[in-house]
C-alpha cells in the first residue's frame, strides 16, 4: 500500500473517531430515549457539542478534497517524494486541526487547517505537472 493511500485511511479513521464526539455528547445532552425518535424535540447543540459538529463537519469537507486528489495521482500514476509529503502534512495538519477545533485553540486550529489544504495542493501539483504540464 503507498503512503498516499496509508494517509488516506488514516484520513478516515479519523473522520471516524471524530463522528463519535457527536454521537456521544447528543446522548449524554439529549438521553438515549431522546435520540430513539424523530429528533424533533431535541436541543439545539451548544458549546463542546456544537464544536464537536462543526469539527466533524470540515474534516468532512477536507477529505472530499484530500480523497479525489490521492485516487488521480494513483489513477496516472503519479507517486513521487512530494506525493508522499503532501499527504503526510496533510494528515498531520487534520488531526492537529481536529485537536485544536475540539479544544477551542483559535490561531493554531487555523495554521493546521492550512497546512492540510497545502498537503493536497501539494498532491494536485505533481498530477497537473506530471500529466498536464
Do not use: W
Not at 493511500?5 to 445532552?29: D, E, I, N
Not at 424523530?38 to 464537536?52: E, T
Not at 486550529?109 to 497545502?118: D, E, Q
Request: some cysteine; hydrophobic content about 55%; aromatic content about 8%.
Amino acid at each position: 500500500m503507498t503512503t498516499e493511500f496509508m494517509m488516506l485511511l488514516g484520513a478516515v479513521a479519523l473522520y471516524f473517531l471524530l463522528s463519535l464526539g457527536p454521537a456521544v455528547t447528543a446522548l449524554v445532552q439529549n438521553g438515549f430515549f431522546k435520540l430513539l425518535g424523530s429528533r424533533d424535540d431535541v436541543a439545539p447543540r451548544s458549546g463542546k457539542s456544537a464544536r464537536a459538529d462543526r469539527a466533524l463537519a470540515n474534516h468532512g469537507e477536507a477529505l472530499m478534497m484530500f480523497a479525489p486528489v490521492v485516487l488521480v495521482a494513483d489513477a496516472l500514476g503519479v507517486q513521487t517524494d512530494l506525493t508522499k509529503l503532501g499527504a503526510e502534512i496533510f494528515l498531520g495538519g487534520r488531526v492537529a486541526h481536529a485537536i485544536c477545533y475540539l479544544l477551542g485553540i483559535p490561531v493554531v486550529r487555523s495554521l493546521s487547517y492550512t497546512a492540510g489544504m497545502v498537503g493536497i495542493g501539494m498532491i494536485a501539483y505533481e498530477v497537473i505537472s506530471r500529466t498536464v504540464l
